[in-house]
């Protein structure tokens, strides 16, 4: 009775729909707008990371193509394994409301970002450290992401006071 539900919580992450949707969304609002920056730039920084970078160097098979005894319940990727590019976007976007909504929004993306790295596993095309590894990485942006976006808003700031 799983399969649907996890085809369905896998699909949140494909193209990156959910978190580019979120991302857009924030962005809408004034009063989220530094937000939506935030994970805008989360969510760029992890796709040079994961897709641009790292799946290319490593090119890690998926567990499918490695374990023919593996079914995979979703639509084949054409792509790499390692690291989890779902679990890397939903979790820097997820990070960044973590980071800096109020934590029932925070927690409630990490909960989501969660269930979509675990379908990554249940859909049968991904290994644990593939998950392990697109949560750090989304984690890192997230944070990193934070920081560029403060210190750019803090040089604004002074910038304005000076004048």
């Known amino acids: ?18 978190p580019i949707a979120v991302c857009i969304f924030l962005l809408l609002f004034k009063k989220t ?14 796709f040079l990371i ?3 970078t790292v799946k290319k160097l490593v090119g890690r098979l998926r567990p499918y193509v490695v374990n023919e005894a593996i079914e ?16 890397g ?11 800096m909504m109020p934590k029932k929004v925070g927690i409630t993306a990490m909960i989501i970002a969660s269930l979509v790295g675990i379908s990554r596993l249940y859909v049968g095309v ?3 450290t593939d998950i392990i590894v697109g949560f750090l990485i989304g984690m890192f942006t997230g944070f990193i992401a934070k920081l560029i976006v403060e210190k750019v808003c803090e ?4 910038r304005a006071q000076k004048e």
């Open 155 to 158: 040089e604004r700031v002074k």
């Open 126 to 128: 991904h290994y644990p």
């Open 89 to 99: 976007c939903v979790f820097a976007v997820a990070s960044v409301l973590f980071y």
């Open 33 to 46: 707008r530094k937000v939506g920056v935030t994970s805008s730039l989360s969510l760029f920084l992890e």
């Open 50 to 52: 994961i897709n641009v």
């Open 1 to 18: 009775f799983l399969d649907p539900i996890m085809q369905g919580i896998t699909l949140l992450g494909n193209e990156g729909i959910l």
């Open 72 to 87: 995979y319940i979703t639509n084949r990727p054409s792509d790499n394994s390692f690291p989890s590019g779902h679990t």
